[in-house]
C-alpha cells in the first residue's frame, strides 16, 4: 500500500496539473475537469493495491480520466471530437498550465486561497505539503481550497494568461506558487525524501516559461535567477548518505558555476528595469553566497544591507529570522539572539534551530539542547531531523 501511495503522489505530482489544464481546455469547464481528475485518482487508489502498479501510471491515469470525462461530454453535441482530442501523451499547449496558474490566481479569490489552490491544482501538493509552507492548519487551507473552486465556478472565471493590463493583480501571486513549489522540493515538509528534485525542476521550468512569455518583468526573471542560483549548488548540498550538508561545509567546487555567472546575468537583466522586488533582493542575497570564493570570505555586512532592503518590502517575520542570521555575523550571537527574541515564530522549526545555534555560541547548551529538540518536533524532513539531532548533546 505504501509503494502504491508513493507511486501514485508522484504521477499526481508530475502529470495531474498537466491534465487538468488539458481537461479545462477541452471541456471549458474548470469544475467538471478537476472532478474528473479526482475521480480517476479514487479509482487507481482502489484497484492498484490489488491489481499492482501499471507499466506506465500516467497513461492509466489518462485513460481513466477520459471514460469519466464521457458522462460530460456526452451532454455536448460535439463531444465525439473533444473525446478524440483526450489522448495521451496529452495535447497540451505551451502555456496550458500557465493559464491554469493564472485563473487559480484570479483576483477574484483571497490571496492565501489563490496560492493554496494553484499548489493543490496545478502543482499536485498534499494539504498538508500547503500547511507546512504557510503555517497554518491543514484544515484552515482544506477550506481555502474548497472556496475557491467553488468561486471558480460560480463567477465563471475565465481559463486564459490574462492580457498585460491584467498582470499586475496576478502576477504577484504567480510568482508565490513557483516560489513555494521550489521550496518545497528544495527541502520536502513531508516524506521520506529530503528533497524532491521532480518539484524543483518543475518550478524552475515554470519560471522559465514566465520568463519567456514576460521578458520584461523584472521580478519574473529575479524569481528564475533565485531558483536556478540554488539549483546550481545542488551536487553540494548533500553528502553520500542523503545528509544534509550546511553552507559553510560545501564544497564549492562541486558548484555549477556556469549556471551561476547565467543566473547572475538574468539578474543583471531585471536591476536593468530599475523596479527593484523581492524576489531580485533574494536573489541578490543568495548571488553574495555564490560569488564568494569561501565561506570565511563572505560578504556579511552587504548581505545584511540586503536583507534590510527586503525587510522593508516585505516585514514578515521569516524574513527577520534570515536577517538575524546575517546579523549574527557582522554584529554578533547577542545582538542576533534579542532580534529572534522578539520574534513570534513558535511554530517554525528553523526558528528553534537557529535560536540553538545563537545559544551554543554564547554558552547557553542546555537552553540550546531543548531548543533543539522542540525544533525536532517541528519538521518531518529526513535530512534536517538528522542534522538536529546530531548536534544534541549525549
Not at 64 to 71: E, I, N, T
Not at 87 to 96: I, K
Amino acid at each position: 500500500m505504501d509503494e502504491v501511495h508513493v507511486e501514485l503522489a508522484r504521477v499526481v505530482r508530475e502529470h495531474a496539473g498537466r491534465l487538468t489544464a488539458c481537461l479545462i481546455r477541452v471541456l471549458g469547464d474548470f469544475a467538471a475537469a478537476e472532478d474528473v481528475v479526482q475521480d480517476a485518482i479514487e479509482i487507481a487508489l482502489r484497484r492498484w493495491p490489488e491489481e499492482g502498479i501499471p507499466d506506465h501510471p500516467d497513461a492509466w491515469l489518462l485513460t481513466v480520466a477520459r471514460r469519466r470525462g464521457l458522462d460530460v461530454l456526452r451532454r455536448q453535441a460535439n463531444y465525439r471530437d473533444k473525446l478524440a482530442r483526450l489522448q495521451w501523451p496529452v495535447p497540451e499547449e505551451p502555456d496550458d498550465r500557465l493559464k491554469l496558474i493564472f485563473t487559480c490566481c484570479h483576483p477574484a479569490l483571497p490571496e492565501t486561497a489563490q496560492v493554496a489552490l494553484t499548489l493543490r491544482t496545478v502543482c499536485g501538493l498534499t494539504t498538508a505539503q500547503i500547511a507546512a509552507a504557510f503555517l497554518v492548519p491543514e484544515t484552515t487551507v482544506a477550506q481555502r481550497i474548497t472556496r475557491a473552486k467553488r468561486k471558480i465556478t460560480d463567477a465563471g472565471i475565465p481559463y486564459r494568461v490574462p492580457p498585460d493590463a491584467e498582470l499586475p493583480g496576478r502576477l504577484g501571486q504567480v510568482l508565490s506558487v513557483v516560489y513555494l513549489l521550489f521550496n518545497e522540493g528544495y527541502l520536502t515538509s513531508s516524506g521520506v525524501r529530503p528533497h524532491a528534485p521532480d518539484l524543483t525542476a518543475d518550478a524552475e521550468f515554470l519560471a522559465s516559461t514566465l520568463a519567456w512569455s514576460m521578458p520584461k518583468q523584472p521580478e519574473v526573471l529575479g524569481l528564475l535567477a533565485l531558483v536556478r542560483l540554488h539549483q546550481a549548488r545542488i551536487a553540494a548540498r548533500f553528502d553520500g548518505a542523503g545528509r544534509l550538508v550546511l553552507l559553510k561545509d560545501q564544497d564549492r567546487t562541486r558548484w555549477d558555476h556556469d549556471a551561476i555567472a547565467d543566473a547572475i546575468h538574468l539578474l543583471e537583466r531585471a536591476a536593468a528595469h530599475h523596479r527593484p522586488g523581492p524576489y531580485q533582493v533574494e536573489a541578490a542575497i543568495v548571488a553574495c553566497h555564490a560569488e564568494s570564493p569561501s565561506w570565511d570570505d563572505t560578504d556579511w555586512a552587504q548581505i545584511l544591507v540586503l536583507y534590510d532592503m527586503l525587510l522593508a518590502m516585505a516585514p514578515t517575520p521569516v524574513v527577520r529570522l534570515h536577517r538575524a542570521i546575517a546579523l549574527r555575523y557582522v554584529q554578533g550571537p547577542t545582538a542576533a539572539l534579542a532580534e529572534l527574541d522578539s520574534l513570534v515564530l513558535d511554530g517554525y522549526h528553523l526558528y528553534h534551530a537557529t535560536r540553538a545555534d545563537l545559544l551554543r555560541d554564547l554558552g547557553r547548551h542546555e537552553e540550546a539542547d531543548a531548543a533543539d529538540r522542540r525544533a525536532l518536533t517541528l519538521t518531518a524532513n529526513p535530512a534536517q531531523q538528522a542534522l538536529i539531532a546530531d548536534r544534541l548533546r549525549p
